[in-house]
């Protein structure tokens, strides 16, 4: 059964950091396109940060230069090191995974594995 478990997610103080964790169970996603969301209440989804099957990343551009995407493919886990938070930062992150190499710098959200979300919450 495929699944992704989220953590990391918790409170911290403006300028703080986080690193949040997707781990992947049955399945190596090798080559698969892979992305970080997240959904601010009142608002709508949002990409942060997409990394391709072959190491590339994409950033919205209010996380550029403060967070990195990366993975471990001993551990088949993604992560998302996020420094300098904002108090805009503050929203739910999912993170999502093709379930298909379809390529592409994002994931396809029509078709993907979605983890169960964790609550990013920066306080000013």
């Known amino acids: 059964q495929v699944q992704l478990v989220e953590s990391g997610g918790g409170s911290v103080q403006a300028g703080g950091s986080l690193r949040l964790s997707c781990a992947a169970s049955g399945y190596q996603y090798t080559g698969h396109t892979m992305g970080w969301f997240r959904q601010a209440p009142g608002k709508e989804r949002e990409g942060v940060a997409g990394l391709d099957g072959a190491g590339s990343t994409t950033y919205e551009d209010s996380v550029k230069g403060r967070f990195t995407v990366s993975k471990d493919n001993a551990k088949n886990t993604w992560y998302l090191q996020m420094n300098s938070l904002k108090p805009e930062d503050t929203a739910m992150y999912y993170c999502?995974?093709?379930?298909?190499?379809?390529?592409?710098?994002?994931?396809?959200?029509?078709?993907?594995?979605w983890g169960q979300g964790t609550q990013v919450t920066v306080s000013s």
């Open positions: 999502a995974v093709d379930r298909y190499p379809y390529g592409g710098s994002w994931p396809h959200p029509w078709d993907v594995y």
